[in-house]
């Protein structure tokens, strides 16, 4: 990064690379591939597939990207989203490289291929990416939180050194990365970050929009505005009314017991969220500009400085994520952070945040972003009714090239109410990904109190897709059984009346949710093996779960991997899990206390633990292989520094709950 003064002259068209970011490849069957591509036009390609296939030889295939496989959406003057979604006549084989390319026409006629535009996508050797259709889901990588300006190296990068290590091991490719939360911080932006993310949004002429509520009514006046960049909160208006709201997306929540939120450059328009996703998954954006640090009062230019070294570390390793995301099927899931934090915590937290048109935008522009950038490309026939009105959005700026207001708060409107965010992937075992934020089982009575995470139809939707099946993976964001101490204390902060200050987000924290989820665990006709897959929590463990006394009832297997670039505060998590010990042994009487009392739990020690430690913090990515019966046989966090994975195999007494 760059933090001299320079000039920023427009591009034209002809000055930019064709591709800013992708091909991410996402959602991938047998007949199906579904891809993520940004380009800074609407790109005329086709996709190359080449495999051999046992029973028809060598087989090539050429498929132009019509309209009825590449949907092309114009973000701004000089970006197209392009989702491609292609079904196949024949199956793609199992376990066996799959090579593809995508070859886009050029001005001149001419065409190029990855190895063209984005040769960094390559590992050595190759001249174009390849995948591994697997045929079952038993090796998954899996992790959450992400973000860029933590001291730590990217987890995403150990994706990419196993894929390296199995370039002639179709065998041992995972099936599938996992992402199961906060892939971006909307909320907790690094000074460098954001100054890049405007200077994009100019480069590219991403579309500007008409705000209400706060006190710059465009996108642009935002930006040049002198409270833009680490005191954002300034720009709600100055009514007593409005203070719980600069509470809720600016206020930098004090959280005594486990961190301090820090949402003073919190995302706020559609183009800053977008640019957001660019920066993040791609290293061609940073290419097109150079971010000088803004004029600041010293104690946030020292801030700024400070976090300038870290968001350049982090763009130093975005050629190797971005290659792992190539070359891998990833299906992701958003939590708090993708949106904003204490997401829907409680009905007061929604009265607060959607009663206001300014933090409705900001929330309906995180989760506008999200639908574009991840979600489509789990599910993408989820999205098909509100796919034609963004669309239309998009489609029609004015003269000064902002997005219409009433469309734009029309599509908010709809996905504010839209009810299908979660999804599944059929296989052996099946997958099932939870919606753990928009779905909530809200308290009538106390509207401050934690939301369950799943309401009752959402819960009996879960327990219609498991029945009959002999194995399922599970990915619910937050932990299903979680670190008891912890929960605790969230109960306690809950009970005193700020349950905001400790992030009370867990299964346990609504007894309707929780009882009707252990009722499920014990349903007769649901799996014999769970294997729950979370993340959210900044640490990472292994518990091993058992229905007391039902010797034939389910197997469930927590695991949880958290983050990929985040860590919990190391003396407090020690802490923690010493005190946890302690006061939750087997034969403790307040382990009667707990929900999960008819649960016997099996913590797994991680094999680097020194004291006995349950819980691992490190930044890293989870992997877990699975046996024939859907059973995990292999549990280890791959360390995001390189050093020799964590297992999670050594298993310590019973304990009466988690």
């Keep these: 990064m760059n933090a001299t003064p320079t000039a920023t002259a427009p591009l034209t068209a002809t000055d930019l690379p064709t591709v800013l970011a992708g091909p991410l490849l996402r959602r991938l069957e047998a007949r199906r591939l579904v891809l993520w591509l940004v380009g800074t036009r609407a790109l ?39 989702l491609i979604d292609v079904t196949l006549e024949q199956p793609l084989p199992a376990d066996a490289f799959i090579y593809y390319d995508l070859h886009i026409e050029e001005e001149d006629g001419g065409t190029r291929a990855i190895a063209d535009w984005a040769p960094h996508l390559l590992y050595p050797g190759q001249a174009r990416p390849d995948f591994v259709r697997r045929g079952r889901l038993d090796h998954l990588l899996h992790g959450s939180c992400r973000k860029p300006h933590h001291p730590s190296k990217d987890g995403l990068l150990q994706a990419d050194a196993l894929l390296a290590a199995t370039r002639s091991q179709p065998a041992e490719r995972p099936a599938l990365l996992m992402l199961s939360g906060d892939q971006v911080y909307a909320d907790d932006v690094a000074g460098p970050m954001l100054v890049a993310v405007h200077r994009l949004i100019e480069r590219l002429g991403l579309y500007g929009e008409h705000l209400d509520g706060a006190t710059v009514s465009t996108s642009e006046a935002l930006y040049a505005h002198p409270a833009g960049y680490y005191r954002r909160e300034d720009l709600l208006p100055a009514y007593t009314a409005n203070e719980e709201l600069r509470e809720r997306f600016f206020g930098g929540v004090k959280k005594p017991v486990f961190t301090s939120a820090n949402a003073h450059n919190h995302l706020v328009t559609f183009a800053e969220v977008l640019a957001m996703y660019l920066l993040v998954w791609s290293p061609t954006p940073w290419q097109l500009i150079a971010p000088r640090m803004p004029e600041l009062p010293e104690h946030l230019a020292t801030r700024y400085r400070a976090e300038e070294p870290l968001i350049r570390a982090f763009v130093a390793d975005l050629p190797q994520a971005a290659r792992a995301l190539a070359q891998l099927p990833c299906l992701m899931i958003f939590d708090d952070h993708d949106i904003t934090d204490d997401w829907n915590l409680s009905a007061r937290w929604e009265q607060s945040a959607y009663g206001h048109p300014f933090s409705r935008r900001i929330v309906g522009n995180a989760l506008l972003g999200y639908l574009l950038c991840q979600g489509w490309g789990n599910c993408p026939e989820a999205f098909a009714g509100e796919l034609p009105a963004i669309r239309e959005l998009l489609a ?59 309401d009752w139809e959402a819960l009996c939707e879960l ?72 993340g959210d929590v900044h640490y990472s463990f292994a518990y091993e779960v058992h229905i007391r006394h039902r010797d034939s009832g389910p197997r469930i297997w927590q695991i949880t991997s958290s983050g990929i670039k985040n860590e919990f505060p190391r003396r407090l998590l020690d802490w923690f899990d010493r005190l946890n010990r302690w006061l ?23 094999s680097r633990s020194q004291r006995g430690e349950r819980l691992w913090n490190g930044a890293g990515l989870g992997q877990v292989r699975l046996d024939e019966q859907g059973r995990p046989c292999e549990i280890r966090q791959l360390n995001a520094d390189g050093s020799a994975p964590t297992c999670f195999e050594a298993i310590v007494r019973q304990e009466m709950d988690g």
């Design 44 to 82: 005329n390609a086709s996709l190359q597939l080449a495999y051999d296939d046992p029973q028809h030889g060598a087989v090539e295939l050429a498929l132009p990207l019509d309209d009825s496989r590449c949907q092309r959406l114009a973000i701004g003057r000089h970006a197209w989203l392009h």
């Design 396 to 454: 029609t700026p004015d003269r000064q090239q902002r997005l219409s207001a009433e469309a734009q708060d029309a599509v908010i409107d709809r996905l504010l109410t839209f009810d299908h965010w979660h999804y599944s992937l059929p296989g052996q075992p099946l997958l099932l990904v939870l919606d753990t934020r928009t779905r909530r089982w809200r308290s009538e009575s106390y509207l401050s109190r934690p939301s369950g995470l799943m």
């Design 463 to 534: 327990q219609h897709a498991l029945l009959d099946e002999p194995a399922v993976v599970i990915v619910s964001p937050a932990p299903m059984f979680g670190v008891k101490l912890i929960e605790i204390v969230q109960r306690l902060f809950t009970w005193a009346g700020y349950p905001l200050l400790v992030d009370a987000e867990n299964w346990m924290a609504h007894r309707g949710a929780a009882k009707v989820m252990l009722n499920i665990f014990r349903h007769s006709r649901t799996p014999a093996n769970y294997v729950i897959l979370s």
């Design 584 to 606: 939750y042994a087997p034969h403790s009487p307040l382990n009667w206390f707990t929900k999960r009392r008819r649960m016997q739990i099996t913590p797994r020690i991680p």
